[in-house]
């Protein structure tokens, strides 16, 4: 009499991401529970957790939270071992109401999350020239806002001055102002009132002209990295580096995972969505959904086009003859533009 060696059960992870320590929940085919387990968020701590799945079982696919920030490196780890790795969102408030809070009932939701098709889409890749890029764009946001910040200090420093400091720079516009006051001249035994004014107006000054450069610089690698990898898509009217990067951004470093351009314009927040109910139909509405900032670089383009390009405004008088409003008209317009962006996405990474 022979004896059958059982099967080995097939296993779905989910994993709860956080800054020092991954929690990770396996699961069998039916959702039940085959273990769980903490790792440290570590080359070591990953290939620990992927040989613990491993050892439960044959291992299907892993459903991760955070896959653009805590979760991206493991997201990483696990795609270039051949896992294959899901997108998960956080649990719904139903979810958490009725099984509370931990760190392992995410883990096991992320995972459930996975085997009931829940979550179907595949991470960013984050790690190639896109990631440059997002890198450069947080350290765009950043300068932008720390320039508008020391712009705001040098006026409200203007507006309680010395009388004659105020009166001499009141009028002046901006760029005369910013170079006036970096020529400020004190003297380092100098402490009174109208010395310690002119020092504040001139370190203000100065700084703003380092982060001015450093604006110029950043804009002009943006450039470079744009059109050297979406060449097709920096030509098109109204793309600039600005636009094109957060597009580029939205699309990740694999956008091949991006089925078609109704997903990337789902995905941009610029498909229609259904809003039938009873004898209401062929209704649809504003889409408040997707990524908002790319959202919002397609309405620049559209606005860009507006202004400059005369196919675009016979475009818009052809939809509002149709009786669209100008709103729809233009949400219309931003769903042409997803189109064309979709098409000029590096090919290489589509075919």
Known sequence: MTTMTPARPLVTGGVDTHRDEHVCAGLDHNGGLLGTASFPTTAAG???????????????????????????????????????????????????????????????????AVLSGEATATPKAHDGPVEALRALKSLQRSANKARTQALNQLQAVLVTAPEDLRARLRELPRRELLATCAAFRIRADDDSLAAITRLTLRELAARIAFLDAQLKSTVARLRRITTEL?????????????????????????????HSERAFASLLGSSPVAANSGQTQNRYRLNRGGDRQANAALWRIAMVRLRHDQATRDYMAKRQAEGKTKSEAIRCLKRYIAREIYNSLPKSALT
């Open 46 to 112: 990953y290939a620990a957790l992927l040989a613990w799945l491993l050892g439960l079982g044959d291992l299907v696919a892993v459903g991760v939270e955070g896959t653009g920030s805590y979760g991206a490196a493991l997201a990483r780890h696990l795609t270039s071992r051949g896992v294959k790795v899901l997108e998960v969102s956080r649990p719904n408030r139903q979810v958490r109401r009725r099984y509370g809070k931990s760190d392992v009932v995410d883990a096991i939701a992320a995972g459930r």
């Open 230 to 258: 979406a060449p097709d898509m920096v030509v098109k009217v109204g793309v600039g580096p600005d636009t094109a990067s957060t597009l580029l951004l939205t699309a990740g470093d694999n956008p091949d995972r991006l």
